[in-house]
């Protein structure tokens, strides 16, 4: 089994449902989490609930040169990186038909969910590369391999997370580095809100669709599984649903 206590991770999108459910987790299982967010009100108060497991870091993903310096804004204690959850992610403007849409919209949904991922990634692998040590892990989403009406630049950004998670993971395959994609199916997490620019009515329109949904503690369990594998182990991709979808 992996050594947990020793291990420090970076965890994006930490301030949200999804990313605190993840933090917890890791926390719980005895690592130490770099808390990333660009939203900072909400990450000093979820860094303060935390304690000294928990270090956090204002930085919006898209923001290219200060994502570049994200490996130097970690401090001693939390070095090295052991591990990235790259979280990060939105849907805001999203289902929506392609045509009616703005393509701002779809711009900033990309500019996100896939290269700010590959932005991060692409800041602390080195560290990673040179230890011959580490594991990614991106959450990715089912509509990576399932089309869904209506989420054309959502479904697109997923896509792409799946495509270069798989070639990165070829590309890693010499060295003790491992790469996991997880694809949950429908979560009670804030992205549904953000979608519809805070109306509650939507969201719970939305959710009232369907007859029950995974919690964000469901992935981050599940997270923590794949991380926990021993080091010949390697969970490449795990597919997560609520038991009345398909």
């Given amino acids: 089994m992996v050594d947990a206590i020793s291990q420090n991770a970076v965890v994006t999108g930490a301030a949200g449902g999804m990313g605190r459910a ?10 130490r989490v770099v808390l990333v967010d660009r939203d900072m009100e909400a990450l000093r108060q979820f860094a303060d609930e935390i304690g000294d497991k928990a270090f956090p870091i204002q930085l919006d993903i898209t923001h290219a040169k200060t994502v570049d310096r994200l490996p130097e804004l970690v401090p001693d204690a939390f070095r090295p990186i052991d591990i990235l959850v790259n979280n990060a992610g939105h849907d805001i403007g999203g289902r ?26 692409r800041s602390l692998l080195p560290g990673m590369v040179q230890r011959n040590s580490g594991h990614i892990v991106n959450i990715s989403s089912i509509n990576a391999v399932r089309i869904v009406p209506d989420m054309a630049a959502y479904s697109t950004s997923k896509a792409g997370v799946h495509m270069f998670t798989e070639t990165l993971r070829g590309e890693l395959a010499e060295t003790a580095i491992r790469v996991t994609e997880m694809q949950p199916g429908l979560t009670r997490t804030n992205i549904i809100l953000t979608r519809y620019r805070g109306d509650r009515a939507k969201e719970k329109d939305y959710f009232d669709q369907f007859k029950m949904a995974l919690d964000p503690a469901d992935i981050a369990r599940s997270i923590v599984f794949a991380l926990d594998q021993p080091p010949h182990v390697q969970i ?11």
């Fill in 236 to 246: 490449a991709e795990m597919m997560i649903l609520p038991v009345n979808r398909y």
């Fill in 22 to 31: 993840i933090t917890r987790a890791l926390i719980d299982s005895g690592r």
């Fill in 96 to 121: 929506t038909r392609f045509d009616a849409g703005a393509a701002d919209d779809w711009s900033a949904i990309i500019q996100t969910n896939l290269i700010g991922l590959m932005r991060v990634t």
